[in-house]
C-alpha cells in the first residue's frame, strides 16, 4: 500500500474517533502516528477524500461527506484500472503498478452481492464472482469505472 493510501486511510479513521477542528489538530495526530504532512498536504487529501467542515457537537469538526467521498475515490480509482479480462470463471483487472491492492479495496467496499471478494497483487487484481452467470455484470460495472461504457 503506498504511502499516500496509508495516510489517507488514517486520516478517514481519524476523523471517525475524533473531533477534529482544524488542520493543525489533524497534522499533530498523523505526526505521533509517523505521518509527516504539509498543510498543502493534507488540503489535497481533503479535496481528494472528500473531507468538509461541519457544525457537530458544539462546535466545527471535519467530517467525510458521504456523498462526495465516494464520487472522489471513484474518479481516481478510475485512473487507475488499465484493462479488464475475464474466463468462465474469474475476472482480471489490469491496474497502474502500485494500484492494485486500492483498487481491490474499493472494489470489496461496494458490497455487491455478485462479487464474494478480490486478491490484490501489485498491478493485477482477481474478482471472484458467486457465480459464472454475474461475470458480464461485473465486468460491466468496471467498465463503466472505467468510463469505458456509456452511461445509457
Not at 495526530?29 to 472528500?50: C, H, I, M, W, Y
Not at 467525510?64 to 467521498?69: D, G, Y
Not at 484500472?81 to 472494489?107: K, M, P, Y
Amino acid at each position: 500500500m503506498s504511502a499516500k493510501l496509508r495516510r489517507q486511510n488514517r486520516i478517514k479513521e481519524i476523523l471517525g474517533d475524533y473531533d477534529i477542528s482544524n488542520q493543525d489538530e489533524l497534522s499533530l495526530k498523523l505526526k505521533e502516528e509517523g505521518f509527516s504532512v504539509t498543510q498543502a498536504t493534507l488540503s489535497r487529501d481533503f479535496a481528494e477524500l472528500g473531507v468538509i467542515r461541519t457544525v457537530a457537537n458544539g462546535g466545527i469538526r471535519y467530517i467525510l461527506n458521504p456523498e462526495e467521498t465516494g464520487k472522489q475515490i471513484a474518479k481516481l480509482i478510475s485512473y487507475e484500472i488499465l484493462s479488464v479480462d475475464h474466463n468462465e470463471s474469474i475476472i482480471v483487472v489490469r491496474t497502474i503498478a502500485g494500484r492494485a491492492q486500492g483498487v481491490a479495496h474499493f472494489i470489496d467496499r461496494l458490497n455487491r452481492k455478485e462479487i464474494i471478494g478480490t486478491v490484490g497483487g501489485d498491478d493485477t487484481v482477481l474478482v471472484m464472482p458467486d457465480s459464472h452467470k454475474n461475470i458480464p455484470v461485473i465486468v460491466n460495472m468496471i467498465k463503466k469505472m472505467m468510463n469505458e461504457l456509456d452511461e445509457n
